[in-house]
């Protein structure tokens, strides 16, 4: 029979490792798919979660949640570590209208609201699963001019779907550090397809 104290730390790393599992897994990137055309490169993607309670409660009770995309591309070097050539980032805004009682979604270009990509389509929903279904899925997202980049080089993506708790009010922001529920976040990596490439 264990001692308490050694129960207790078994107890603990129990409970540690069940967080760290269930914040792994809450969001998978289920299709990825980086396409060259002449050019641009362009990146569709499936990224399937569930909103946690947690989450799903300050919506309602009007706090807009932020996702942040992440692309990065990376040029394969056979001497070196791969050289990063391409990065963009997408901003999605969350939000319910409670007097309208209509969900809306926001999507604009970098973390800071920066709109340099001309991305101004507000769509509104008359459910959080619609709402969250436009969420999940990326389609024909530009994030590169690679002119310059040698036409016959292997091109690496990697794909990176998160929950940005430094948009959230400050009061939230402290309730979510080290909770698990507000870990909303997937990573993925493909090789680029399309005109050019190997």
């Known amino acids: ?10 107890l603990v790393c129990l409970a540690m490792a069940s967080a760290i599992a269930r914040a792994q897994t809450q969001a998978e990137v ?15 993607a499936n990224v399937n979660f569930e909103l946690p309670a947690v989450v799903e409660e300050a919506l309602l009770k009007g706090v807009p949640m932020f996702f942040l995309l992440e692309a990065e591309l990376y040029q394969d070097r056979w001497y070196w570590y791969d050289k990063r050539i391409a990065s ?17 979604v926001n999507p604009s270009a970098g ?16 459910t959080l699963a619609e709402a969250l279904s436009s969420v999940r899925q990326v389609s ?31 009061p939230f922001q402290i309730g979510a550090i080290g909770q698990s529920e ?5 990573l993925a990596r493909t090789a680029l397809r399309g005109e050019g490439t190997r």
């Open 140 to 170: 024909q997202w530009k994030v590169a001019d690679l002119s310059e980049t040698d036409l016959t080089a292997k091109i690496k993506l990697q794909f990176r779907f998160r929950l940005d708790l430094s948009q959230l009010p400050r």
């Open 111 to 126: 973390a800071g609201g920066d709109n340099t990509q001309g991305l101004s389509l507000n769509q509104s929903f008359d």
């Open 182 to 186: 507000w870990d909303i976040q997937g």
């Open 1 to 10: 029979m264990l001692k308490p104290w050694p129960r207790f730390l078994l």
């Open 30 to 44: 289920t299709l990825l798919r980086a396409e060259r055309s002449v050019n641009e490169v362009f990146v569709s």
């Open 88 to 104: 963009a980032q997408r901003q999605l805004r969350l939000a319910y209208q409670p007097l309208t009682r209509r969900w809306r």
